[in-house]
């Protein structure tokens, strides 16, 4: 199995930060958005050859899935894990998809899923 560790919880999920933070390797990652009441919710978990770039990509007007682009006009944050074979990441999606239930996510990416450990809900907001 090549799957890392879930990286710690950043926010806010902007340009910035992604280029600051995230590897510009193969793996999965999660978007969450800060509800009003302080709580936390995953709308949306990917996979990608290069997350970085990928998750600037979310943030680009050539981002096509409206509900991210909704849910992004919001405090947001991320997280993501190292996951080198197209394979393993595709069972995690599933897994967390199947978790996680993301709004964003608009459909069901199939598959096996691989159960993995659930990255850390962030802390509600004080």
Known sequence: MTI?????????????EVRKLVPKTAGVYTLWVRYTSGNWKCFYVGKAENREESLIDHLSAKESNSCITEQIEFTCGFCWLEVTTEEERSGVVKYLYDSLKPECNLKNPGGKPLKIPLPVHPAPAR
């Open 4 to 16: 890392g560790a879930w990286s710690k919880f950043h926010t806010p999920y902007n340009e910035t």
